[in-house]
């Protein structure tokens, strides 16, 4: 059986490289799919740790389809808000959209 | 070594790499199509953790669903090219140390002190399928009825707002 902390490993890795999309990308849809990223290494995080710790509870899937839900309403209000940005702006570039910088 | 080992390596390396193409992928529609393949290599990894149920629901909601929006608004707004240069000249080097230092850090506290006391070493056998999706349905109509009954409240709202946010406004002030 491979050991809990190569999943996690596994899961930091991830969770890392959808940390860098978010902070050096310029393109919002492109920080949103970072962001998609460490949503998907939690996920992972949650599975292992219910596999590992007592597979007869379900607690950890049924956390899992609730971050489901949770990033896909994230992703429709996001969407919805790069589409509005850009209908108004013109651009999608995050660095551009500084209206509430002072 | 064993046959579990490999495959989780193999896959491992797959999903790094669709991640890091997803990173290092000028195009954005490129960049979406690998974080797809990355959705569909960790649906395997929970078909790997006894999780048939997530690995359908990864491959639907995740690889089918989000992405088809991403992609959809990608092309809407024909933004598939980034715009090189401009950028701020400390940024990019920042997130990437940032970034490292995480992952040193968390494989470190991971793989040289071991796995948390607590967790026992897993029952070797998979329980069978068809039982566990019994099991978490009772569980998810049963002790957490309310957070599930939240969420769909959370899904509506979301939409709701979307169409709000996306709603083509008439002859209002641009």
């Keep these: ?102 | 070594m064993n046959i579990d080992f490999i495959l989780f390596l193999v896959l491992a390396l797959a999903a790094i790499a669709t991640a890091l193409g997803m990173l290092l992928s000028r195009n954005a529609v490129y960049s979406a199509l690998f974080l797809v393949l990355n959705f569909a290599v960790v649906a395997v990894f929970y078909l790997l953790l006894g999780a048939p149920f997530i690995a359908m629901a990864q491959v639907t909601v995740y690889a089918g669903a989000i992405m088809v929006l991403f992609l959809f608004v990608i092309m809407l707004l024909g933004a598939d090219e980034l715009a090189p240069g401009k950028a701020l000249p400390w940024q990019r080097p920042l997130a990437a140390t940032l970034a490292v230092v995480l992952v040193i850090e968390a494989a470190y506290l991971l793989l040289a002190r071991g796995a948390p006391s607590g967790l026992v070493t897993p029952p070797t056998e998979y329980t069978n399928s068809t039982e566990s999706l019994r099991e978490m349905a009772l569980a998810l109509f049963g002790q957490y009825l309310l957070p599930f009954e939240i969420t769909s409240i959370l899904l509506l709202v979301a939409m709701v707002g979307a169409i709000v946010l996306a709603k083509q406004e008439k002859g209002g002030r641009r």
Excluded: C, H
């Design chain 1, 1 to 102: 059986m491979i050991p809990l902390s190569w999943y996690l490993t596994l899961s930091a890795a991830l969770f890392s490289i959808g940390m860098f999309g978010v902070l050096a990308r310029k393109n919002a849809v492109a920080i949103l799919l970072g962001i998609e990223l460490m949503l998907n290494a939690v996920n992972i995080n949650l599975v292992s740790f219910w596999r590992y710790n007592n597979p007869v509870l379900m607690d950890g899937q049924v956390f899992a389809i609730i971050v489901f839900a949770v990033a896909a309403a994230e992703v429709a209000v996001g969407l919805a808000l790069v589409i509005s940005i850009y209908r108004r702006r013109n651009t999608v570039v995050a660095d551009e959209i500084d209206l509430m910088k002072w």
